[in-house]
């Protein structure tokens, strides 16, 4: 069964720094690309950032550039993003996702985590 | 980026069809795939994808749902509705980075 587990949320002050791990099993995590997806209170669905298999190739929507980096390890089957800089805008539940479609980077999400959430605030 | 358009809500009664559309403010087909998925969201819980690639439905989700359409204008089906399909309804595209999700349509009880 493909679980993907999140932690690391919190209440964080803004400008401060906070780090997101998604632990994934029931499958071969190197195999699969993997994406960070954010739902503000209430709002919809954003797409965060992705990285292909090996973590070689990084995407990240333009309000995060700078901010954010996603990475992976592929031993700990591990996805990361490092969030710095936060905003008051950022202030959302996280989940990591994936999908098995065809692409090297899964462009549907197949599998969602349950969502962690981070709150930025002073 | 990509905009997607969706009917903030839409009440329907039990046992009829559901109509729910989403449009794109630019084509989202390529190569005769169409990059537009449909996921369901209830309160408290993770997204959950319904339909990919315009209208293949995901294993295990039951045949009562259905996606159409092409170019700019789609469409999420839900015939019969069932009390257990009242939730949030979004339309995704992966045409073009960045990845846009619609503003999401919330399916409501008559």
């Known amino acids: 069964e493909v679980q993907l587990v999140e932690s690391g949320g919190g209440l964080v002050q803004p400008g401060r720094s906070l780090k997101l791990s998604c632990a994934a099993s029931g499958f071969t995590f190197s195999h699969y690309g993997m994406h960070w997806i954010r739902q503000a209170p209430t709002k919809g669905l954003e797409w965060v950032a992705s990285i292909s298999p090996s973590g070689g190739s990084t995407y990240y929507r333009d309000s995060v550039k700078g901010r954010f980096t996603i990475s992976r390890d592929n031993a700990k089957s591990t996805l990361y993003l490092q969030m710095d800089s936060l905003r008051s805008e950022d202030t959302a539940t996280y989940y990591c996702a994936t999908g098995f479609g065809p692409a090297i980077i899964p462009y549907y999400f197949d599998y969602w985590g349950q969502g962690v959430m981070v709150a930025v605030s002073s | 980026d990509i905009v997607l358009t969706q009917s903030p809500a839409l009440a329907v009664s039990l046992e009829q069809r559901a109509t729910i559309s989403c449009r794109t403010s630019?084509?989202?087909?390529?190569?005769?795939?169409?990059?537009m998925h449909w996921y369901q969201q209830k309160p408290g819980q993770r997204p959950k994808l319904l339909i990919y690639?315009?209208?293949n439905l995901v294993s295990g989700i039951p045949a009562r749902f259905s996606g159409s359409g092409s170019g700019t204008d789609f469409t999420l089906t839900i015939d019969p509705v069932e009390a257990d399909d009242i939730a949030t309804y979004y339309c995704?595209?992966?045409?073009?980075?960045?990845?846009?999700f619609g503003a999401g349509t919330k399916l409501e009880l008559k």
């Open positions: 690639e315009g209208s």
């Open positions: 630019q084509n989202v087909d390529k190569y005769g795939i169409s990059y």
């Open positions: 995704q595209q992966s045409k073009d980075n960045p990845y846009t």
